[in-house]
């Protein structure tokens, strides 16, 4: 798909095929481009979701084949496709000469080439190698990206210099008014073999107790948590590889690091992502108008500062890491807590009419809506087409969530790794939360008379899905 040119095609109707050629108009070598479109062109809490796709699920395809792609917005807006190549070059596919009007409607698929009457097609071309599609959305028309000038031909070369402009000068001060997405593209030449490996599988295990802020209240064990839960998925769970965070370890930089740079780069469609996370959770009020009851909810990493939501891990910053791995299944399991005092909105124990006959260190309260953590972000996602995800949490929206009297896990976490550990057999997440269902309640109940914690599952994936395989 490179720099293109226009040839009539032969077949039942007359296409344009879009093949490669060398082309002087293209901009000077900009360095690693693909890099800096991507990171550069971001929206780290938009008001609104972006999905971009193609029809080879593994996002692979060979020269001389074609490419189709997908688009779909939870607001309407005007669209700009942005392809950067791999040799750097930065073009646009959309607006077209074809396709001139980019304003799309919300919530409908836009498919490029159109799949009736459509009168060219992609072809892929050289060079060949890794490639970045982008998705960019705008409620408002983009100046330095004319659609005048883009309607012109049928991929146009603007440079990464032009997309940087738009971004300054469009988007970088109003991430309420736009959304983006990517996926990337190998291309390869026509013989190349293309591995069929089974999926592999990865774990991020985060836990923190101790909190560099010491107005934020200190927990007890939710490092072990993590640390028994990085064991027992690593032998019992078959990972193929690990990344272990722990109180200090766990810097809100470096859990981005990890999720967002170092899977996104090491995993490939049809990978299984599990991410875990024991800790302080809260709530605050969105900023951004895409929650419906108007709060944000957030994961507290060590290097948090009380009450400066600015350096919380909020839903929507970690719903758009989580969609930056599209294609992969991921499972996020939370012990989370927002214990009383941690929050501006404080929610006491005794705010939810119980009477818990427990000393206020064994508990881990997740408050109004803490289990709503990604789940609206996940919701979002799949209106728009991304799917396979699950979120396992460790008690209802309105309940506590329990460290164990033994001092030695939290609940759900030591009932899970137990569950794993002693099976003979494959554990699906499914029957987990079943085994969890029945084993957390009737614990608390025998332990901490008045408490309750009842498991929840959100579950999005295709089954079966193997805690265990």
């Given at each position: ?34 890099a ?74 836009i ?19 890794d ?31 032009t ?8 988007l ?119 929650e419906?009851?108007?709060m ?19 839903d ?14 991921i499972?996020?399991?939370l ?24 000393d206020a260190?064994?508990?881990?309260s ?23 995800t ?8 309105s ?9 030695d ?27 969890l ?11 901490f ?8 599952l959100?579950?999005?994936?295709t ?7």
């Amino acid at each position: 798909m490179k720099a293109f040119r226009d040839q009539l095609f032969q077949a039942s109707l007359p296409l344009i095929v879009l093949f490669c050629i060398s082309s002087p108009a293209f901009a000077q070598n900009l360095g690693n481009s693909r890099a800096a479109i991507v990171e550069e062109v971001r929206n780290e809490r938009p008001g609104f979701m972006v999905r971009v796709d193609v029809d080879h699920k593994n996002r692979i395809y060979r020269e001389d084949e074609f490419l189709s792609i997908t688009v779909k917005s939870e607001k309407p807006g005007y669209l700009y496709l942005v392809y950067c190549q791999a040799d750097n070059k930065v073009a646009v596919l959309f607006p077209n000469k074809f396709q001139r009007d980019n304003q799309i409607p919300a919530n409908r698929e836009i498919v490029v080439p159109p799949q009736e009457g459509a009168t060219f097609r992609i072809r892929i071309g050289r060079p060949l190698g890794d490639e970045v599609l982008k998705a960019i959305v705008s409620l408002e028309p983009l100046k330095e990206l004319d659609a005048k000038s883009l309607t012109q031909d049928v991929m146009v070369d603007v440079g990464y210099a032009t997309v940087k402009a738009a971004y300054v000068a469009g988007l970088r001060d109003r991430p309420a008014g736009w959304g983006e997405h990517y996926v990337k593209i190998k291309t390869v030449a026509k013989d190349a073999r293309i591995s069929s490996n089974k999926p592999r599988r990865f774990g991020v295990f985060i836990g923190i107790s101790k909190y560099k802020d010491r107005s934020i209240q200190q927990l007890a064990i939710c490092d072990k948590d993590a640390g028994v839960m990085c064991a027992v998925m690593t032998e019992s769970g078959a990972l193929d590889q690990t990344f272990l965070l722990q109180n200090d370890e766990a810097t809100l930089s470096n859990i981005e690091e990890v999720i967002r740079r170092k899977l996104t780069k090491l995993t490939s469609p049809g990978d299984e992502i599990f991410i875990f996370w024991s800790g302080h959770g809260g709530r605050c009020a969105d900023d951004n108008g895409d929650e419906k009851d108007g709060m944000d909810e957030y994961l507290v990493p060590w290097d948090a500062i009380r009450n400066d939501y600015s350096t919380m891990l909020l839903d929507d910053a970690f719903g758009r890491w989580v969609q930056e791995l599209d294609g992969r299944k991921i499972v996020v399991i939370l012990d989370t807590c927002h214990s009383a005092g941690q929050a501006t909105n404080e929610k006491a124990i005794a705010s939810y009419g119980k009477s818990i006959s427990t000393d206020a260190s064994y508990t881990k309260s997740l408050g109004d809506g803490a289990v709503d953590f990604l789940d609206g972000e996940f919701a979002r996602t799949k209106d728009i087409g991304q799917k396979e995800t699950a979120i396992l949490a460790s008690s209802k929206a309105s309940q506590v969530s329990f460290e164990r009297r033994e001092g030695d896990l939290s609940a759900m976490t030591y009932f899970l790794a137990n569950l794993l550990k002693s099976s003979n057999g494959p554990v699906t997440l499914e029957q987990a939360f079943v085994h969890l269902s029945s084993k957390v309640p009737e614990y608390i109940r025998e332990q901490f008379p008045g408490g309750v914690q009842e498991p929840v599952l959100v579950n999005q994936t295709t089954p079966p899905l193997y805690l265990r395989p």
